[in-house]
Structures are given as structure tokens and as C-alpha cells.
T-cell receptor, first 116, second 115 residues
Framework: GAVVSQHPSRVICKSGTSVKIECRSL??????MFWYRQFPKQSLMLMAT?????????EQGVEKDKFLINHASLTLSTLTVTSAHPEDSSFYIC????????????FGPGTRLTVT | AQTVTQSQPEMSVQEAETVTLSCTYD???????LFWYKQPPSRQMILVIR??????QNATENRFSVNFQKAAKSFSLKISDSQLGDTAMYFC????????????FGKGTKLTVNP
């Protein structure tokens, strides 16, 4: 149990376009989902925390208008990179917490975004 | 704010030997959780072991064990009988006691197990 999927696993888009990444909890309801960004050979950097039905909480330095996060249901959160530029190329990982009392997060397999 | 420090960017060990990865953290909280995650070349994050701060007993999971020193704010990971499949990045992480708390990660240690 506790499987999290991400779609797509890889995406290439042109500069100036927008791309959406989906994060789904397949066998549990996730009250909270987290979005991370990971540069090559670096650690995970938390971008934002999203709770179902409410606005996401962004970490300092993360542009809210560029990285749109929607958590419309207890099993789906989406990250939309708007007007993507080559510097947005990165590995994006989501994780999900089972409930508000859960200390454990379950990670998706990640999405590699390349902006050309 | 909580911080997690991993002072060993890279380590290597011979197959079947034991290796210890270091992690220190800083927090003013009394209750919290600590984790070690493994990220193999596939980049899927895998939970290796977790420790609840209020538990004095060190957590163990098969070949993996921790040395949790709360007063020193130290949380090292020992891997016994290292296997080639243990080759990966290892991240130490901290989470507050509250539910659905965000994880604070260290910079990671790249572990290579040599045949």
C-alpha cells in the first residue's frame, strides 16, 4: 500500500509554454501533498505544501505565479510550470501524507522536465 | 528553523563490510521524527529507517540501524554487510511532531559499494 504515482515521468517542452505534472495517491487519501525540486547531485528542495481544498503554502523564494499548485481532491495534486524557461529544467518530486496525524511521506517516482 | 547536516559528501565501502553515515541536526523541538532515505539511480526515494525522538531505543531494520544521540543531536546510519544494491544517495531528514509536517533534508551522502 501507500503508492504515489507521477505523470509524466519525462517531459520536454519549449520555452514559453506551460507544462502540468500530476501527482496521485493510488491507494490512500492524501490530505497533504508536497512538491520538491531536485537539481543534479543535490538534495530535495521543498517548493510548496498543498492541502486538499485550500491554497498551497509556498516556501520562501518560490514564485507562486510560476509554479501553480492545485490540490483539488484527496488523491490528486498538480504542479503547473507556467511560461517555462530552460532554468526551470529539473527533477520534480511529489510526496503525500496519509492524514493530518501522519509523520510519514510517500514519494512519487519523480518527473524530469527539460525546457528547450 | 531546523537544519540537517550531512558532513560526508561521498563514501565508499567494500561489499560485505560495514559503513556508517553521519547526520547531525538542529532543532528546539523536544519531539520530532528523523529519517534516512535512499535514492538509487532510479531517483525513487525509498524510506530506509525512521526514529521517533521520544523513543530511546535505536531503530533497526534488518541490515540498517541507527545511533540516535538526542542530546548531541546526532543520527547516524549503520549499514552492515553492505551489498552492491546499497549504492545510492542517502539523505537524512527531519520532521516535526505535528501531522503532515514538511521534511527538512540534509545535502546527502553518495555511497558506493565496491565489489
Amino acid at each position: 500500500g501507500a503508492v504515489v504515482s507521477q505523470h509524466p515521468s519525462r517531459v520536454i517542452c519549449k520555452s514559453g509554454t506551460s507544462v502540468k505534472i500530476e501527482c496521485r495517491s493510488l491507494d490512500f487519501q492524501a490530505t497533504t501533498m508536497f512538491w520538491y525540486r531536485q537539481f543534479p547531485k543535490q538534495s530535495l528542495m521543498l517548493m510548496a505544501t498543498s492541502n486538499e481544498g485550500s491554497k498551497a503554502t509556498y516556501e520562501q523564494g518560490v514564485e507562486k505565479d510560476k509554479f501553480l499548485i492545485n490540490h483539488a481532491s484527496l488523491t490528486l495534486s498538480t504542479l503547473t510550470v507556467t511560461s517555462a524557461h530552460p532554468e526551470d529544467s529539473s527533477f520534480y518530486i511529489c510526496s503525500a501524507a496519509r492524514d493530518t496525524y501522519s509523520y510519514e511521506q510517500y514519494f512519487g517516482p519523480g518527473t524530469r522536465l527539460t525546457v528547450t | 528553523a531546523q537544519t540537517v547536516t550531512q558532513s560526508q559528501p561521498e563514501m565508499s565501502v567494500q561489499e560485505a563490510e560495514t559503513v556508517t553515515l553521519s547526520c547531525t541536526y538542529d532543532t528546539s523541538e523536544s519531539n520530532y521524527y528523523l529519517f534516512w532515505y535512499k535514492q538509487p539511480p532510479s531517483r525513487q526515494m525509498i524510506l530506509v529507517i525512521r526514529q521517533e525522538a521520544y523513543k530511546q531505543q535505536n531503530a533497526t531494520e534488518n541490515r540498517f540501524s541507527v545511533n540516535f544521540q538526542k542530546a548531541a543531536k546526532s543520527f547516524s546510519l549503520k549499514i552492515s554487510d553492505s551489498q552492491l544494491g546499497d549504492t545510492a544517495m542517502y539523505f537524512c531528514a527531519f520532521s516535526g511532531q505535528g501531522g503532515s509536517e514538511k521534511l527538512v533534508f540534509g545535502k546527502g551522502t553518495k555511497l558506493t559499494v565496491n565489489p
